[in-house]
């Protein structure tokens, strides 16, 4: 079936402005993540969501940052009043966490969304 | 903070040459993975070990882990240009947090 997808692949925004990021996990997954990626660093988890369990939200850096998932499936980031440090490359995934899968799942990666803030 | 680190940051090697990365992590796990990552974009998975595992392999990918030293290595044998990408572990706890915790990854070069 189709992979994770993202969107938009690149976004441009001005300093103060809101921001909606877009993922549609692979079908059936139960798990979704949100992680950002900062220019040559690596992966900084934001956000996880699994079934209708309570989100954990341990990740994200400010109160300017939420994120829903709706139905199970679809999830939507945002951004509120955008800050240049928040331009990053923000990367979805999703896996299938049942109760035979390992811990923390294979997750399987979208394209991932490039945010620049001006 | 990242719980993973992987050495070394860059490495440069020629077609052929075997690439060999690792990572060390400061806690206890359920599993280690290993990731690749092409032109900053989205990551594939390439191989799990699980905690009571020491040594997996994957084609021309062999993964290692010992518990002891909170360590693992990646290694890459006969490499081709194509394997030039990011290379990242991820470990997985066994309570807590379900999301991986990434290292900051190693850069891999393969010169044709």
């Known amino acids: 079936g189709a992979g994770v997808s993202q969107s938009p692949s690149n976004k441009v925004t001005e300093k103060g402005k809101d921001v909606e990021l877009r993922c549609d996990p692979i079908s059936g997954h139960t798990a979704l993540y949100w992680y950002r990626q900062s220019l040559g660093q690596g992966l900084e988890f934001l956000i996880y969501?699994?079934?209708?369990?309570?989100?954990?939200k341990s990740g994200l850096p400010s109160d300017r940052f939420s994120a829903e998932r709706t139905g199970g499936s679809v999830s939507t980031l945002t951004i509120q009043r955008t800050q240049q440090e928040d331009s990053a490359v923000y990367l979805c995934?999703?896996?299938?966490?049942?109760?035979?899968?390992?811990?923390?799942?294979?997750?399987?990666f979208g394209p991932g969304t490039r945010l620049t803030v001006l | 903070s990242q719980q993973g680190e992987e050495d070394p940051q860059a490495l440069s090697i020629q077609e052929g040459e075997n690439a060999t990365m690792n990572c060390s992590y400061k806690?206890?796990?359920?599993?280690l993975q290993w990731y690749r990552q092409n032109s900053g974009r989205g990551l594939v998975h390439l191989i799990l070990?699980?905690?009571?595992?020491r040594e997996k392999h994957s084609g021309r990918l062999r993964v290692t882990l010992d518990t002891s030293k909170k360590s693992s290595s990646l290694l890459i044998t006969a490499s081709r240009a194509a394997d030039t990408a990011s290379y990242f572990c991820a470990t997985a706890r066994d309570t807590g947090r379900r999301a991986l915790t990434f290292g900051s990854g190693t850069r891999l070069q393969v010169q044709p």
């Open positions: 969501f699994q079934g209708n369990s309570a989100p954990d």
């Open positions: 806690t206890s796990i359920n599993n």
């Open positions: 995934a999703s896996s299938s966490l049942s109760v035979a899968a390992p811990a923390g799942g294979t997750q399987y």
């Open positions: 070990i699980r905690s009571n595992e």
